[in-house]
């Protein structure tokens, strides 16, 4: 079975990306995942999943994004609040949200 890590190596480079802002349905940007250490690996996930899913995070991206969290949704799901970019997937399926995913350069 896959873990994060694996997952992780098969994205694209994130090296001209400043962060990425998810934006709510009404224009309001909800949530940012910015280009800094501890965050690196869920700013790749998530900029993976705007190119895949055309910049729409939505129930099935959210839960393609699950599947790659791989072993860390589980830590997650026991310890809200520790992985917030996990947390925020969790929602959007939960609560059939929907985000725009807009990658900032730097």
Do not use: C
Request: hydrophobic letters at 40%; aromatic letters at 8%.
């Amino acid at each position: 079975m896959k873990q994060f890590q694996d997952y992780l190596a098969t994205f694209p480079s994130i090296e001209h990306l400043n962060r990425i802002d998810l934006i709510d349905t009404q224009g309001t940007v909800a949530h940012s995942i910015p280009a800094i250490e501890g965050k690196l690996g869920s700013l790749k996930l998530y900029n993976a999943l705007a190119l895949k899913f055309h910049g729409e995070l939505n129930r099935e991206s959210a839960q393609q994004g699950l599947l790659w969290f791989a072993e860390l949704v589980e830590d997650a799901q026991k310890n809200i609040g520790k992985h917030p970019n996990i947390d925020l997937l969790l929602e959007v399926v939960k609560h059939n949200l929907n985000y725009r995913l807009q990658p900032i350069s730097k």
